[in-house]
């Protein structure tokens, strides 16, 4: 029986950290006009150990990380919040306030609108194709979610205060387990980090002056 919490449903390997580098220095180079170097840096990003990672959390249920084999009962939508996200700009300053982490396990995450111009700019070093395990590892596993504390379909308002940003493993792993379930604490107990991390956007910005 599992009874310690835990901030997040799976240690984060050292991988996540070394391909958010890469990226990062990816998005340099390009927006320096080194085109070559950064089609390199993406596709050393693509680890497999991240996709093993990510994986194990989003695919089959395990008592281990999921502290469950069976998915909670969500409410009917009749008795749910009427709407399910904020616009997009609201989304953004939360994963502003956030300093682009997962408030969960920390990670770096990356902005979907930073991702799209990597996969359209470099279609072979940073595939995404449908099957959603076949994309690019660190773009996948690393994506910015926006997190309600209480699950959206176990009664969750769809508001700032029930909002944390999470990496797409985070996320999409817990699902509508509330923190009790998968006894993981409250990750708003533990201030954000802030540093100069920008989740990659600064090329959306390149992106719309290029």
């Known amino acids: 029986m599992y009874t310690a919490v ?20 990816a998005v340099d180079a390009l927006i320096s006009g ?14 497999p150990e991240i996709r093993k990672y990510a ?18 009962t969500p409410l009917p939508y009749s008795e749910r919040d009427a709407t399910r996200m904020p616009p997009q700009r609201e989304q953004e300053i939360v994963f502003a306030r956030d300093g682009w982490r997962c408030r969960f396990c920390g990670v770096k ?9 990597l996969t359209k700019l470099f279609p072979v070093e940073a595939p995404w194709p449908t099957a959603e395990f076949e ?5 996948y596993a690393l994506a910015s979610s926006l997190d309600h504390i209480q699950p959206h379909g176990r009664g969750g308002r769809n508001e700032a205060a029930n909002f944390v940003t999470a990496c797409y493993c985070c996320q999409f792993g817990r699902g509508e387990w509330t923190l009790d379930e998968v006894e993981v604490d409250d990750p708003t107990k ?10 990659l956007s600064r090329i959306v ?4 002056c290029c």
Do not use: C, F, Y
Request: proline share 6%; net charge positive.
């Open 135 to 139: 994309r690019h590892s660190a773009l």
């Open 205 to 208: 910005r390149w992106a719309k």
């Open 55 to 72: 994986v194990s959390i989003v695919g089959k249920m395990s008592p281990e990380i999921h502290r469950s084999v069976k998915r909670p």
């Open 190 to 199: 533990r201030a954000p980090i802030i540093d100069s991390w920008d989740g």
């Open 34 to 47: 080194h085109t070559d170097l950064a089609r390199q840096l993406v596709g050393a990003a693509n680890l």
């Open 109 to 117: 995450v990356i902005s979907r609108a930073a991702r799209s111009i």
């Open 6 to 25: 835990r901030q997040s449903l799976r240690e984060p390997i050292p991988e996540l950290e070394l391909a958010a580098k890469l990226l990062d220095a």
